[in-house]
């Protein structure tokens, strides 16, 4: 199915093909892409960037949101991504165009194949660092948590694609959305030339109609294409007392952050499971009801953001350590993407299980949470079986 630039969808707005029509609609040049399970989204065009500045984000986007409000017209809608590191600027923009559908999951033909790549690029692929690096990276911020100075500390590597073509990303993206159709896949700008895409399992917030959803993620274990040896894993992680506690941390910094907006936060006392093609996740669902109606998706969203589930405990501290121990920018990477309204509703995801494309290429992220029983073997192991998920999309193999 084919999308007009300035017409909706070809397919009605429920019926099969109509959120698949939106994804292959995507264009690289012109578009931002988010599918989640709630809705599909395609942004074409630019009718306003949202400014960096001095003043908070929030204001900047609810701003702008209201200068481009119209009587009789559906309210104008924010979409892009947000970095990790709080001085770097936005990439956020209102489309000229927003076209909306069901969320993919429930669209059959997102598991049609996908088209062939005329020509798929011969990747060389660099790690940064290398895996004996990144672990002797993790025991030394093991050994300072164990003499006190922090809790935890997230960190990530990178894998940096080079090819002599520039990729197609239009496969890339279908791929993508085909592996966890669940989830919550992407494709957004994120500067100049750049291009964010990915997957992410991870709900940062959600907003709707005064209520709440988060749904923090933390405790990890690879997928085993065994199925005994994959069900003997998501057992094991949901009784790791290591996985356990990393999941409790984070779980009580949601709380701490959201419970001042809330009239009532429901937050479960155990973790549930969820899946990726290439992970098991503790997962936690939190909802709450809102205290103050006009409170906005990505006032939430910049509450939370950072959690410990991609940057560590204490924050300041965390923070600090990355800095110390990453040869990496990394820019959108543990940021936040996502859309909200003019009215405040609005969806924010946490940017893991990404790449940002830029000419002939691309540079992967992954990391793991490294608390004090962490060991390097197996914090390394994470990122490379988190990194499975893009790799498979393009092509490559470490």
């Not at 003043?55 to 892009?80: F, K, Y």
């Not at 798929?120 to 990276?137: A, C, I, K, L």
């Not at 009239?263 to 098991?280: E, I, K, Q, Y």
Request: proline share 11%.
């Amino acid at each position: 199915m084919s999308l007009s630039l300035h017409e909706p969808t070809t397919a009605p707005l429920g019926s099969p093909g109509a959120a698949t029509a939106l994804l292959d609609a995507y264009r690289p040049a012109t578009d931002r892409f988010l599918a989640t399970p709630h809705r599909t989204l395609l942004g074409r065009g630019t009718t306003a960037e949202i400014p960096h500045g001095t003043a908070p984000l929030t204001r900047r986007v609810h701003d702008t949101l209201e200068a481009l409000r119209r009587p009789d017209a559906p309210a104008p809608v924010v979409v892009g991504s947000v970095p990790f590191r709080p001085d770097s600027p936005a990439a956020l923009a209102v489309p000229d165009t927003v076209h909306w559908a069901p969320p993919l999951r429930e669209d059959p033909l997102v598991a049609l194949p996908v088209p062939p790549d005329d020509v798929r690029p011969d990747w060389q692929v660099r790690e940064v660092p290398p895996p004996e690096r990144y672990g002797e990276t993790v025991a030394a911020a093991v050994a300072r948590m164990r003499a006190g100075e922090f809790d935890k500390v997230v960190l990530a590597r990178t894998l940096e694609l080079t090819s002599a073509r520039e990729p197609d990303l239009r496969p890339m993206l279908r791929r993508l959305a085909q592996r966890d159709p669940a989830g919550y896949t992407f494709a957004v700008p994120s500067g100049p030339g750049r291009i964010l895409i990915g997957a992410s399992p991870e709900l940062l917030v959600s907003r709707r109609d005064g209520r709440l959803t988060a749904n923090p993620l933390a405790g990890s274990v690879p997928r085993s294409d065994d199925l005994a040896e994959d069900v003997r894993r998501a057992v094991a992680l949901l009784e790791s007392p290591k996985d356990l506690h990393e999941h409790a941390v984070v779980v009580a910094a949601v709380r701490e952050a959201l419970a001042p907006y809330c009239r009532g936060l429901d937050v479960p006392d155990r973790p549930t499971l969820v899946r990726t093609a290439a992970m098991w996740h503790l997962s936690t669902t939190v909802t709450g009801e809102l205290a103050d109606p006009d409170t906005t998706a990505l006032e939430l969203a910049s509450a939370l953001h950072p959690t410990p589930a991609v940057c560590g405990t204490p924050t300041d501290v965390a923070r600090a350590v990355i800095a110390q121990s990453e040869p990496f920018d990394r820019g959108p990477y543990t940021g936040m993407v996502g859309w909200q309204d003019a009215d405040g509703d609005g969806e924010w995801v946490v940017t893991i299980r990404c790449a940002e494309a830029e000419g002939r290429s691309l540079r992967l992220f992954a990391g793991a949470g490294v608390v004090a029983a962490s060991t390097p073997e197996a914090e390394t192991a994470e990122t490379a079986a988190k990194f499975r998920t893009f790799l498979h999309a393009v092509g490559a193999s470490l």
